[in-house]
């Protein structure tokens, strides 16, 4: 998989493979100590510089509703989450905050290490790889899908007059390669078909070499073979440890990749569990989050879940 490390320094494979306590949040400690948010230090202040998301007691209202209530949250470089509640519960409304498209009402937010509302997010969103379906219905039909792509560098939709270089364009044909519809790049992105349409946007939102890959709801739409092919070219994502780090909004275990370590469970707005995935994807937490007394089945690296009765 193409993407390029940001100079950053990355244990992947060794924190995947530590062992970590969960706190009284539910939040992995990477030290067995119970802190408030598993990144403060002895002085109880919140180092947040290397964190690539930093959530502390967030909250959104709109309308007359509590879209999110009171979120703690935090996201290293070398995470990958999957962020899995049922329609309503607040799975968009986190996304947003963490790629900068809206703020808290009440709470603070870290981004990159940046707080959100003292820093121009014109200049942070191009560090932030987004991949959604809002985003696809912006897209031109007409647009070449090559463009599609490159255009990401410019923050556009819609290639016009911009002037981009063969590192450029090849970086992009690379990243269309890379997810397997590099033939498709002369073609009108308006005549892909929806998985097709998901993964050049996956490209795009690669294409800025982000320090985080959000993709909210990927597999939405696609047919059993779009999105087994999904999860297995995510999961591969997941794995190389160069890749940014990814937060992936689901409704379904079944779309969990191998590779994702952490998963966040919401339900109205509100945390049910947190950490890693191993100890938050229980027949249990998934029968609190969704409502329902569910059974879960774990086949090979794969998660499976159905109704009990
Ligand atoms: N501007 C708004 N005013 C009032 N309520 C809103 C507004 N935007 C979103 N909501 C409500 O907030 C709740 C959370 O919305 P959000 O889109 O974050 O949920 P979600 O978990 O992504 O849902 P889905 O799985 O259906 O996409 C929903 O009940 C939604 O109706």
């Given at each position: 998989m193409l993407v390029r490390n940001n100079g950053a320094v990355t244990d992947h494979g060794a924190k995947q493979g530590a062992v970590r306590e969960l706190g009284a949040d539910g939040h992995s400690r990477a030290d067995g100590h119970s802190r408030a948010d598993g990144h403060s230090g002895a002085d109880g202040q919140v180092d947040v510089t290397d964190l690539v998301v930093h959530m502390a007691d967030v909250t959104v209202r709109r309308g007359g509703n509590t879209l999110l209530d009171t979120i703690g949250?935090?996201?290293?470089?070398d995470e990958r989450w999957v962020v899995l509640g049922p329609n309503g519960a607040g799975k968009t409304t986190l996304l947003r905050l963490a790629s900068a498209e809206m703020h808290p009402s009440s709470g603070v937010v870290h981004l990159l290490g940046e707080r959100l509302g003292t820093v121009d997010v014109f200049e942070l969103?191009?560090?932030?790889?987004?991949?959604?379906?809002?985003?696809?219905?912006?897209v031109p039909p007409t647009e070449k899908v090559a463009d599609v792509v490159v255009s990401a560098g410019y923050a556009v939709l819609g290639r016009w007059r911009e002037n981009y270089d063969q590192l450029d364009t090849g970086r992009a044909a690379s990243l269309l390669d890379a997810l397997g519809v590099g033939h498709l790049a002369e073609r009108e992105f308006g005549t892909l078909s929806e998985g097709e349409r998901k993964r050049a946007l996956i490209a795009r939102a690669l294409m800025t070499d982000p320090e985080m890959l959000l993709l909210d709801e990927p597999a939405a739409g696609l047919d059993l073979g779009g999105r087994e092919d999904l999860v297995a070219r995510l999961s591969g994502l997941a794995m190389d440890p160069d890749a940014p780090a990814m937060v992936l909004v689901t409704h379904h275990v079944e779309e969990i990749p191998p590779g994702f370590t952490h998963a966040l469970l919401l339900r109205e707005g509100g945390v049910v569990a947190q950490g890693l995935v191993d100890d938050v994807i229980t027949a249990e937490n998934l029968s609190a989050t969704f409502n329902q007394n569910l059974e879960l089945q774990r086949i090979g690296d794969r998660f499976f879940a159905r109704r009990l009765g």
């Open positions: 949250w935090s996201v290293e470089l969103k191009p560090r932030i790889g987004l991949c959604s379906s809002a985003l696809a219905v912006r």
